[in-house]
């Protein structure tokens, strides 16, 4: 701490005067003000610092929402294309299965019709099994060529 310097003056009508007790815990009280504004500073400084870092999160954490929310509506219509692949297949196992069961049941028997007619004919059995190889065909075709 710093001593008051004690001095004598004739003209000391401007001159206040402090006892060197007074003085001194002025001083205490100003070092003791400055370390805690030093205090609040720093205290200040990290609270902008885990704002900033917390703003920074928020910013991510969007991105990623929004992010997460493309693949979702992407993995909706990837589901619905799907959905509709596998309905058109299980129509085209039925009708397959349909048309294996009519073969069976029809070969190797006649109708009794006048004059007899065979039932792969009357069924049109040929025309239904070129048309059920058509799409098969055309994609082995396809992938040959690739």
């Not at 003056?9 to 007790?21: G, L, T």
């Not at 969007?62 to 299980?90: C, H, M, P, V, Y």
């Not at 004919?121 to 055309?138: C, F, G, N, W």
Request: hydrophobic content about 40%; glycine content about 2%; proline content about 3%.
């Amino acid at each position: 701490m710093k001593k008051v310097d004690r001095f004598w003056s004739y003209e000391a009508s401007n001159i206040r005067c402090v006892r060197e007790f007074d003085y001194d815990t002025a001083l205490i009280a100003l070092e003791q003000s400055d370390a805690a504004h030093a205090r609040v500073c720093s205290r200040l400084d990290a609270e902008r610092l885990r704002a900033d870092t917390a703003v920074a999160e928020v910013a991510a954490l969007r991105e990623e929402l929004a992010s997460l929310r493309e693949a979702l509506i992407q993995s909706g219509d990837l589901k619905n294309g799907l959905q509709q692949s596998l309905t058109a297949a299980e129509q085209r196992n039925a009708d397959l299965r349909e048309l294996l069961s009519l073969i069976r049941n029809t070969r190797g028997t006649m109708l009794m019709t006048d004059p007899p007619q065979d039932p792969w004919k009357y069924h049109r059995i040929e025309d239904r099994i070129r048309a059920a190889l058509k799409p098969t065909e055309s994609g082995a075709s396809e992938c040959s060529t690739n």
